[in-house]
C-alpha cells in the first residue's frame, strides 16, 4: 500500500461481537473502514486478555483493507514471528515493553510487516527520535492500554502535535488510539494524526444485523476530523 496521510478510520474490534468477528469484519469494511484494529493483550503489560496468533490468523481472510494489530504484550520479540505469520500488516509494539525497542522494531520489518512504535500516555517523545528510520507508525495512546470505552487524555494532543513536527516528511503514520469521538477526533486530527482507532464510538449502536449505525458513527468521526484538517 502506498503512504498517504488522508484521514483514515481503524475501528477496534474490541467492541465488536466476539462470537461474530467474520461478519463484524465485513460490515465495519462495508460501512466505510479503511483499517481494521486488533488489540492483544497479555494480563500482563495490561491488565486485560484478549487474542493470540491463532484468533489473529482466523481474522485475516475476512480483513479486506488492512489488519492493524496492536500488541499490548511483554515480552514481545518472541511471538513476532506468529504473529507476522497470522498475517497481520501494521505490527505495533510499545516502547514500554522492552528495553530495547529498537532491535523489536527491526524484527518486525524484517519478518514482513509494517512497524508500529506505541506510546503510552507518560511516555515521551525523547527516544523516538532515534527511531524514526525504523518505523511507519506512531500510535500515540490517548487512553492507558486495556480497555476499550475510557476518556479520552486531552494533554495527548500537544505530543502529537510536537510528533508530527519531528517526522517532517518522513513516511511515517501517526495514529491515535483510546476515547475517539466526533468530539476529541478534531483534536488530534488538527495536530497532525492521520490515522483514528476507535472502538466504542464505532460500534455503539449498531451489529451485523443493523449495521447503518457503523457506517453512520465512522462518518461522523470522519467528518469531523477532515473539517478540523482543513481548518488548521
Ligand atoms: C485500548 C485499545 C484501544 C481500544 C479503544 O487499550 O488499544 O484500541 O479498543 O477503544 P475506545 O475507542 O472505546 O476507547
Ligand atoms: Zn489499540
Not at 478510520?9 to 483499517?35: H, K, N, T, V, Y
Not at 483493507?65 to 505495533?92: C, N, S, W
Not at 516528511?169 to 478534531?186: L, N, Q, S
Amino acid at each position: 500500500m502506498t503512504f498517504d496521510r488522508s484521514i483514515k478510520i481503524a475501528p477496534s474490534i474490541l467492541s465488536a461481537d466476539f462470537a461474530d468477528f467474520g461478519r463484524e469484519i465485513a460490515a465495519i469494511e462495508a460501512q466505510g473502514a479503511d483499517w481494521v484494529h486488533v488489540d492483544v493483550m497479555d494480563g500482563h503489560f495490561v491488565p486485560n486478555l484478549t487474542f493470540g496468533p491463532p484468533l489473529v490468523a482466523a481474522l485475516r481472510p475476512h480483513v479486506t483493507t488492512r489488519m492493524d494489530v496492536h500488541l499490548m504484550i511483554a515480552p514481545v520479540d518472541p511471538y513476532i514471528a506468529a504473529f507476522a505469520a497470522a498475517g497481520a500488516d501494521v505490527l505495533t509494539a510499545h516502547m514500554e515493553a522492552t528495553p530495547h525497542i529498537h532491535r523489536t522494531l527491526q524484527a518486525i520489518r524484517a519478518a514482513g510487516c509494517k512497524a508500529g512504535l506505541a506510546l503510552n500516555p507518560g511516555t515521551g517523545l525523547d527516544g523516538v527520535a532515534y527511531l524514526l528510520d525504523e518505523i511507519d507508525l506512531v500510535c500515540v495512546m490517548t487512553v492507558n492500554p486495556g480497555f476499550g470505552g475510557q476518556s479520552f487524555l486531552e494533554a495527548q494532543v500537544a505530543k502529537v502535535t510536537a510528533l508530527r513536527e519531528m517526522i517532517g516528511d518522513r513516511p511515517v503514520h501517526i495514529e491515535i488510539d483510546g476515547g475517539i469521538t466526533p468530539a476529541t477526533a478534531p483534536l488530534m486530527a488538527a495536530a497532525g494524526a492521520d490515522v483514528l482507532v476507535a472502538g466504542s464510538a464505532v460500534f455503539k449502536g449498531g451489529s451485523v444485523a443493523t449495521p447503518a449505525p457503523y457506517g453512520d458513527n465512522i462518518r461522523a468521526i470522519r467528518d469531523a476530523a477532515e473539517d478540523a484538517r482543513r481548518a488548521a
